[in-house]
């Protein structure tokens, strides 16, 4: 497995094998989740890279940066063993020179939910994937649906900039009492950890509601609530059900796919999850997890 520390030497690589690539970018720390993105690139394209940045565009002043978990050693023997012919692992400098200041906004679809708790955040994330895609040259990108919001940003900035590759979407991947796996759930203390169920629980109410006839999207925001609202260690930031191309949040009944995700502070950890209510193809649901 090769790797690239630069622009100059990954597009070296690509130029080298001509072949179909699929790209996995991360920022490390990777689990479960990440290892199959990576897999399912390992099994659909000629060759894969992964690339692990942890990116500072993409943190506020006052988030994690500084103390995101970082693991390189063990990342990479992950991504060797997943079958990764190539990892790109630019440093800051090479990623943000000195004098940067070239920026990737997607407008509408960056600015509600995750974008409203965190107002740089998607600015980061569309720059640094918009980087990522460019000096790769991927044909299929690999992401996962724990991030909703970030999947539909991408999904929009590849369509208005004409790039030329295709985005996949993976299945959440989650431990056994349903919680969504996240490089974050490493800063839980054992008591948050248990307490962190909460999401998924939550969601899988709100998915019975609906299977039980409810459409109404104030009661499917209530309800998601009520389970929160129960778990002393936990704090609920946000609840949404919103149309799941546009992100616009629902009044009145969700009509075809709905997007219903939340956002849960314990103690300084944030954690998100999702689910899809409705007709989205291949489920996506927590039933049975
Ligand atoms: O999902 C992530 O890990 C990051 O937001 C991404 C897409 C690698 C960009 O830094």
Redesign the pocket.
């Known amino acids: 497995m090769k790797i690239l520390q630069t622009p100059a030497e990954m597009r070296a690589w690509r130029a080298a094998h001509p072949g179909s690539l699929g790209l996995t970018?991360?920022?490390g720390y990777l689990h479960d989740g990440?290892l199959a993105l990576a897999r399912r690139s390992v099994a659909e394209n000629d060759v894969s890279a992964a690339?692990i940045?942890?990116?500072p565009a993409?943190f506020g002043p006052g988030e994690d940066y500084e103390r995101y978990p970082r693991d390189e050693e063990r990342d990479l023997a992950l991504l060797r063993d997943a079958g990764i012919d190539a990892v790109y692992l630019p440093g800051v400098e090479a990623m943000y020179p000195e004098g940067y200041q070239t920026y990737v906004t997607v407008e509408g679809l960056a600015q509600g939910l995750e974008g409203a708790s965190r107002p740089v955040h998607f600015r980061?994330?569309a720059t640094?994937?918009t980087k990522?895609l460019n000096v790769v040259r991927p044909d299929r990108a690999y992401?996962?649906k724990k991030?909703a919001q970030?999947l539909r940003v991408?999904r929009r900035l590849v369509r208005d900039l004409d790039l030329p590759v295709e985005i996949v979407a993976c299945e959440t991947v989650r431990e056994a009492d349903g919680l969504a796996m996240s490089?974050r759930n490493a800063y839980l203390t054992p008591e948050q950890r248990a307490a962190a169920s909460v999401l998924s629980r939550a969601l899988r109410w709100a998915e019975e509601l609906y299977a039980d006839g409810v459409r109404d999207a104030e009661s499917l925001r209530a309800g998601v609530r009520a389970v929160v609202g129960s778990e002393p260690l936990g704090e609920l930031d946000y609840v949404s059900v919103a149309d799941s191309e546009t992100l616009a949040e629902v009044e009145g009944e969700v009509a075809g796919e709905g997007l219903l995700s939340l956002a849960v502070r314990f103690g300084a950890v944030r954690l998100i999850d999702n689910v899809t209510l409705g007709e989205e193809k291949g489920g996506d649901g927590l039933s049975g997890s």
């Open positions: 970018p991360t920022m990440h690339s940045f942890v990116n993409q980061g994330v640094v994937v990522l992401f996962g991030d970030q991408i490089s």
